[in-house]
Protein backbone atom coordinates (compact mmCIF):
# COMPACT_ATOMS: atom_id res chain seq x y z
CA UNK A 1 0.00 0.00 0.00
CA UNK A 2 2.94 2.52 0.88
CA UNK A 3 4.85 1.41 -2.44
CA UNK A 4 2.25 1.79 -4.25
CA UNK A 5 1.77 5.56 -2.92
CA UNK A 6 5.20 6.26 -3.56
CA UNK A 7 5.03 4.97 -7.32
CA UNK A 8 2.18 7.45 -7.86
CA UNK A 9 3.37 10.43 -5.92
CA UNK A 10 7.05 10.16 -7.98
CA UNK A 11 4.77 10.04 -10.91
CA UNK A 12 3.21 12.56 -10.48
CA UNK A 13 6.30 14.66 -10.01
CA UNK A 14 7.98 12.92 -13.60
CA UNK A 15 4.42 14.44 -15.01
CA UNK A 16 5.36 17.92 -13.47
CA UNK A 17 8.69 18.18 -14.43
CA UNK A 18 8.15 17.27 -18.32
CA UNK A 19 5.75 19.75 -18.53
CA UNK A 20 7.86 22.68 -16.91
CA UNK A 21 10.64 21.84 -19.77
CA UNK A 22 7.57 21.53 -22.08
CA UNK A 23 6.60 25.19 -21.36
CA UNK A 24 10.57 26.29 -20.87
CA UNK A 25 12.35 25.05 -23.44
CA UNK A 26 10.32 26.82 -25.90
CA UNK A 27 10.30 30.49 -24.44
CA UNK A 28 14.19 30.23 -24.03
CA UNK A 29 14.52 29.11 -27.53
CA UNK A 30 12.49 31.99 -28.44
CA UNK A 31 14.80 34.50 -26.37
CA UNK A 32 17.60 33.53 -28.36
CA UNK A 33 16.01 33.86 -31.20
CA UNK A 34 15.48 37.31 -30.55
CA UNK A 35 18.67 37.65 -29.34
CA UNK A 36 20.28 36.60 -31.95
CA UNK A 37 18.41 38.92 -34.29
CA UNK A 38 19.17 41.19 -32.16
CA UNK A 39 22.79 40.66 -33.00
CA UNK A 40 21.90 41.70 -36.65
CA UNK A 41 20.16 44.99 -36.36
CA UNK A 42 21.70 48.45 -37.39
CA UNK A 43 19.98 51.26 -36.36
CA UNK A 44 20.40 55.13 -38.21
CA UNK A 45 19.21 58.16 -38.13
CA UNK A 46 18.00 60.89 -41.15
CA UNK A 47 17.48 64.71 -40.45
CA UNK A 48 15.57 67.13 -42.67
CA UNK A 49 14.65 71.18 -42.53
CA UNK A 50 12.59 72.79 -44.52
CA UNK A 51 12.39 77.22 -44.57
CA UNK A 52 8.78 78.06 -45.28
CA UNK A 53 7.00 81.86 -44.96
CA UNK A 54 3.79 81.81 -42.63
CA UNK A 55 0.97 82.63 -43.61
CA UNK A 56 -1.21 83.62 -40.67
CA UNK A 57 -0.62 85.30 -37.66
CA UNK A 58 -2.11 84.53 -34.09
CA UNK A 59 -2.67 86.76 -31.09
CA UNK A 60 -3.98 86.91 -28.16
CA UNK A 61 -5.79 90.25 -27.62
CA UNK A 62 -7.01 90.73 -23.84
CA UNK A 63 -9.01 93.41 -21.71
CA UNK A 64 -8.95 93.88 -18.35
CA UNK A 65 -10.93 96.16 -16.25
CA UNK A 66 -10.71 96.85 -12.57
CA UNK A 67 -13.35 98.54 -10.84
CA UNK A 68 -15.10 97.82 -6.94
CA UNK A 69 -18.12 97.58 -8.38
CA UNK A 70 -18.46 93.96 -10.18
CA UNK A 71 -21.29 95.47 -12.78
CA UNK A 72 -19.44 98.24 -13.53
CA UNK A 73 -16.12 96.67 -14.24
CA UNK A 74 -18.17 93.56 -15.97
CA UNK A 75 -19.95 96.35 -18.51
CA UNK A 76 -16.96 98.38 -19.48
CA UNK A 77 -15.26 94.68 -20.00
CA UNK A 78 -18.21 93.39 -22.47
CA UNK A 79 -17.91 97.06 -24.05
CA UNK A 80 -14.77 96.73 -24.84
CA UNK A 81 -14.85 93.22 -25.46
CA UNK A 82 -17.57 93.95 -28.39
CA UNK A 83 -15.91 97.28 -29.55
CA UNK A 84 -12.75 94.91 -30.88
CA UNK A 85 -14.56 92.41 -32.08
CA UNK A 86 -16.70 94.65 -34.02
CA UNK A 87 -13.54 96.45 -35.21
CA UNK A 88 -11.68 92.57 -36.51
CA UNK A 89 -14.81 91.92 -38.36
CA UNK A 90 -14.91 95.83 -39.97
CA UNK A 91 -11.10 94.88 -41.37
CA UNK A 92 -12.19 91.27 -42.64
CA UNK A 93 -11.45 89.05 -39.72
CA UNK A 94 -13.68 85.79 -40.14
CA UNK A 95 -15.82 84.52 -37.04
CA UNK A 96 -14.02 81.06 -37.22
CA UNK A 97 -10.46 83.00 -36.82
CA UNK A 98 -12.09 84.72 -33.41
CA UNK A 99 -12.30 82.80 -30.20
CA UNK A 100 -12.70 83.84 -26.51
CA UNK A 101 -9.63 81.88 -24.56
CA UNK A 102 -10.32 83.24 -21.82
CA UNK A 103 -12.96 84.96 -19.62
CA UNK A 104 -12.42 85.31 -15.67
CA UNK A 105 -14.03 87.78 -12.98
CA UNK A 106 -11.75 87.78 -9.87
CA UNK A 107 -11.83 89.78 -6.40
CA UNK A 108 -9.37 91.53 -5.81
CA UNK A 109 -8.73 92.10 -1.86
CA UNK A 110 -5.94 94.24 -0.15
CA UNK A 111 -4.67 94.61 3.32
CA UNK A 112 -5.02 97.17 6.34
CA UNK A 113 -1.68 98.47 7.96
CA UNK A 114 -1.43 95.54 9.86
CA UNK A 115 -1.25 93.33 6.95
CA UNK A 116 -2.90 90.72 8.82
CA UNK A 117 -6.66 91.68 7.92
CA UNK A 118 -7.77 91.84 4.41
CA UNK A 119 -10.48 93.68 2.87
CA UNK A 120 -12.14 93.39 -0.25
CA UNK A 121 -10.75 96.28 -2.84
CA UNK A 122 -12.44 95.12 -5.93
CA UNK A 123 -12.78 93.21 -8.90
CA UNK A 124 -10.41 92.43 -11.99
CA UNK A 125 -12.46 91.15 -15.06
CA UNK A 126 -10.31 89.74 -17.58
CA UNK A 127 -11.21 88.78 -21.41
CA UNK A 128 -9.43 87.33 -23.51
CA UNK A 129 -9.07 86.88 -27.42
CA UNK A 130 -7.56 84.39 -29.35
CA UNK A 131 -7.25 85.76 -33.22
CA UNK A 132 -5.73 84.67 -36.68
CA UNK A 133 -5.21 87.36 -38.95
CA UNK A 134 -4.86 85.69 -42.59
CA UNK A 135 -3.66 88.74 -44.25
CA UNK A 136 -0.39 89.61 -43.01
CA UNK A 137 0.22 93.16 -44.06
CA UNK A 138 -2.80 94.75 -41.45
CA UNK A 139 -0.88 92.27 -37.97
CA UNK A 140 0.53 95.45 -36.91
CA UNK A 141 -2.75 97.76 -37.91
CA UNK A 142 -5.03 95.14 -36.03
CA UNK A 143 -3.04 95.41 -32.91
CA UNK A 144 -3.07 99.44 -32.94
CA UNK A 145 -6.78 99.36 -33.84
CA UNK A 146 -7.38 96.57 -31.24
CA UNK A 147 -5.32 98.66 -28.23
CA UNK A 148 -7.33 102.26 -29.09
CA UNK A 149 -10.72 99.82 -28.96
CA UNK A 150 -9.57 98.60 -24.87
CA UNK A 151 -6.89 96.19 -25.17
CA UNK A 152 -4.33 96.51 -22.75
CA UNK A 153 -3.10 93.55 -23.12
CA UNK A 154 -1.39 92.43 -26.24
CA UNK A 155 0.70 89.03 -26.34
CA UNK A 156 1.38 85.89 -27.80
CA UNK A 157 2.02 86.94 -31.43
CA UNK A 158 3.40 83.70 -33.23
CA UNK A 159 3.35 83.30 -36.69
CA UNK A 160 2.32 79.84 -38.33
CA UNK A 161 1.67 78.01 -41.27
CA UNK A 162 -1.92 77.26 -41.55
CA UNK A 163 -1.71 74.20 -43.24
CA UNK A 164 1.70 72.50 -43.68
CA UNK A 165 1.17 69.08 -44.59
CA UNK A 166 2.70 68.87 -47.49
CA UNK A 167 5.70 70.78 -46.14
CA UNK A 168 5.40 68.02 -43.50
CA UNK A 169 5.87 64.85 -46.27
CA UNK A 170 8.18 66.76 -47.91
CA UNK A 171 10.55 67.17 -44.94
CA UNK A 172 10.22 63.53 -44.00
CA UNK A 173 11.16 62.12 -47.49
CA UNK A 174 14.22 64.35 -47.09
CA UNK A 175 14.82 62.60 -43.63
CA UNK A 176 14.51 59.05 -44.99
CA UNK A 177 16.32 59.87 -47.79
CA UNK A 178 19.62 61.04 -45.58
CA UNK A 179 18.84 57.96 -43.08
CA UNK A 180 18.95 55.69 -46.61
CA UNK A 181 22.77 57.04 -47.68
CA UNK A 182 23.74 56.84 -43.82
CA UNK A 183 22.58 52.97 -43.80
CA UNK A 184 24.32 52.59 -47.84
CA UNK A 185 27.28 53.97 -46.54
CA UNK A 186 27.42 51.54 -43.61
CA UNK A 187 26.87 48.86 -46.01
CA UNK A 188 29.74 49.57 -47.26
CA UNK A 189 31.93 50.32 -44.50
CA UNK A 190 30.82 47.48 -42.51
CA UNK A 191 30.87 44.82 -45.10
CA UNK A 192 27.58 43.54 -44.50
CA UNK A 193 24.08 42.94 -46.44
CA UNK A 194 20.84 45.35 -45.32
CA UNK A 195 18.21 42.42 -45.86
CA UNK A 196 14.77 44.53 -44.81
CA UNK A 197 13.77 47.46 -42.42
CA UNK A 198 12.59 45.72 -38.86
CA UNK A 199 11.14 49.20 -37.55
CA UNK A 200 10.73 53.13 -38.27
CA UNK A 201 10.39 55.96 -36.14
CA UNK A 202 9.53 59.55 -36.49
CA UNK A 203 9.78 62.69 -34.18
CA UNK A 204 8.54 65.43 -36.30
CA UNK A 205 7.92 69.06 -35.49
CA UNK A 206 8.31 72.28 -36.55
CA UNK A 207 9.58 76.10 -34.84
CA UNK A 208 7.16 78.94 -34.86
CA UNK A 209 8.68 82.13 -33.90
CA UNK A 210 7.51 84.05 -31.08
CA UNK A 211 7.67 87.89 -32.27
CA UNK A 212 7.24 88.80 -28.79
CA UNK A 213 5.63 87.37 -25.99
CA UNK A 214 3.90 90.39 -24.61
CA UNK A 215 3.64 93.50 -26.75
CA UNK A 216 1.93 95.72 -25.04
CA UNK A 217 0.73 95.51 -21.65
CA UNK A 218 -1.09 98.36 -19.37
CA UNK A 219 -2.13 100.23 -23.12
CA UNK A 220 -3.09 103.89 -20.25
CA UNK A 221 1.17 103.92 -20.03
CA UNK A 222 1.68 104.08 -23.42
CA UNK A 223 0.79 107.89 -25.32
CA UNK A 224 -1.77 106.74 -28.04
CA UNK A 225 -0.12 108.47 -30.77
CA UNK A 226 2.53 105.74 -31.15
CA UNK A 227 0.88 104.48 -34.14
CA UNK A 228 1.11 100.80 -35.71
CA UNK A 229 4.05 98.46 -34.93
CA UNK A 230 6.33 97.09 -37.39
CA UNK A 231 6.03 93.34 -37.82
CA UNK A 232 9.06 91.59 -39.23
CA UNK A 233 7.06 88.08 -40.56
CA UNK A 234 10.49 85.92 -41.11
CA UNK A 235 10.37 82.18 -41.79
CA UNK A 236 9.53 79.28 -39.68
CA UNK A 237 11.30 75.63 -40.31
CA UNK A 238 9.84 72.02 -40.87
CA UNK A 239 11.55 69.41 -39.11
CA UNK A 240 11.47 65.91 -39.42
CA UNK A 241 14.13 63.35 -37.55
CA UNK A 242 13.54 59.75 -38.43
CA UNK A 243 15.10 56.61 -37.02
CA UNK A 244 15.31 53.28 -39.45
CA UNK A 245 15.77 49.84 -37.72
CA UNK A 246 17.79 47.53 -40.45
CA UNK A 247 18.17 43.67 -40.29
CA UNK A 248 21.32 42.71 -42.04
CA UNK A 249 23.41 39.29 -42.69
Request: zero cysteines; aromatic letters at 8%.
Amino acid sequence: MENTFLNKTFRNLINIFILVLIITIPVLAFNLGIDKEKDNLISVTGFAEIYAKPDVAHIVLTVVSENKSLKLATEDNNTKGNAIIAFLKENNIEDRDIKTSQYSIVPRYEYYNDYRNRYLAGYDVRQSLSVKVRDLDIVGDIIEGATEKGANDVSNLQFIIDNDDVLREQAREQAIKNAQDKANKLEKDLGVKIKDIVNFYEDQGGYNPVVNERLIKDMSMVDAAVGAPSIQVGENSIISNVTIIYRVK
